[in-house]
């Protein structure tokens, strides 16, 4: 692919890219005081930035601000508040066992920033999504290179303008352009790249990253169901589904996907969930389509199921002036319909009868591995049986969406949902190196397996060979 970037902007991201490397070889010593001192100095600015900040939000996506405090802000501050806290602990060499032949040896592991590392944010939670990254990070030493979507240009702008403001381009910088400037930054032999986006376009970062050997992370999105057993409080589960399915007017990357609900439960299970609705399109919170290019695809994917034969509960009258969407809910839908194949990413909620637990594991086994899967349910035993005969990057009980917001729980997907975890210590984690360090003691016993081999040490390597084969 030829990149078609314009001279003075790759001219800038290569001395960017040189002034960190400089850098890298300062932050190797970078104690958790000046860790803390740099999540400290973001904090202050993105306090500082706060009304800005949903200002920015409402023009790209009509977020109210109660709605961008709630998904954007606040799940950035536990975020910061938790590594700011942890930053010593997590910076700790931590001990490992001995095994046996080496009893007098001491064994760790070390962690290490990883060096530079570029992080790649999409549009549809365009701050929050940004910045935890950028937070995991610095908390492990790192400088960052920002690349925050041109879809949400707004929200893209007032970073910009918040890192401009709190941190020299040599440790933390972002580079704003279109799909082009992203793929000259992910060619530059970065020491990491943090990417959050679908799976077509991780595919795609995967390749370039490889020429580099750059280890990556892949935070990217799928098909996420929703399971509603038997036993589930229906009401209780039709409520969070909707809430889960619908903030954002669909677009996150964990709301539940489709809904596979026992059969006998079905319309009264739609009839709960467009109750809900009504309460929340009466609160003017509801969230507009990104761009005309989305609302478009969304306008596909439902002409297709209809034409497929699909019924349709929609709950208000499209406007494409303005890009608002009203929620749909579907049923009676084929199989091998577009809405079933790709990530709706909008607000059209499927709902699909299954006749038991069995019956819905089934439906998913030959699917592609999601990022999340949500299970509504108070029977312990069906629980379990979905836990253990599914895989998933993460699993919410009786809940939608709430585990993103518990840093320390790891988040992150599976083969084509994605690679790597981050959140809390298993951001810090994720973005350091894990370097193992072995010190021999002057006693070490290891030399009496070195040649030439004795009849003393043929006896001692086969009591090796007994005593491990056990």
Partial sequence: MQNTIEHDESSKIDEIFDLQRDTVLKNRTTTYRERRQKLRRLLDAILEFQDRIESALKLDLNKCAEESRVTEIIPVLIELQLAYKKIPEWMQPKRVARSFPLLLAKSSIKYEPRGRVLVISPWNYPFNLSIIPVISALAAGNTVVLKPSEISSHTSSI????????????????????????????????????????????????????????????????????????????????????????????????????????????????????????????????????????????????????????SIESLGENRDTDRYFAPVIITDVDKESAIMQEEIFGPLLTVIPVRNIDEAIAFLEPRPKPLTMYVFGRNREEINKILTRTTVGSTCINETLAHFSNPNLPFGGVNNSGTGRYHGFH???????????????????????????TKLKQRIIDFFMWWFSR
Avoid at 196 to 215: D, F, H, I, R
Avoid at 435 to 450: A, E, I, T
Wanted: net charge negative; aromatic share 10%; charged share 25%.
């Fill in 427 to 453: 951001g810090f984690e994720e973005l350091s190196h894990k370097r193992g360090v072995f010190k021999q003691s002057r006693y070490g016993m290891l030399s009496l397996l070195y040649p030439p081999y």
């Fill in 159 to 310: 970073l910009k303008e918040l890192i401009t403001n709190t941190f020299d381009e040599d440790g933390v910088a972002v580079i704003e352009g279109d799909a082009d400037t992203a793929q000259y930054l992910i060619k530059k032999p970065f020491d990491h790249i943090f990417f959050t986006g679908s799976p077509q376009v991780g595919k795609l970062v995967m390749a370039l990253a490889a020429e580099n050997l750059s280890t990556v992370t892949l935070e990217l999105g799928g098909k996420s169901p929703a399971i509603v057993g038997e036993s589930a409080d229906l009401k209780d589960a039709a409520h969070k589904i909707a809430w889960g399915k619908f903030i954002n007017a669909g677009q996150t990357c964990i709301a539940p996907d489709y809904v596979l609900v026992p059969d006998h439960l079905l319309k009264q299970f739609v009839e709960l969930v467009k109750e809900k609705l009504h309460d929340f399109l009466k609160s003017n919170s509801y969230t507009h389509i990104i761009s005309d290019k989305h609302y478009t695809r969304l306008t596909g994917l439902l002409e297709d199921a209809i034409e497929r034969g699909a």
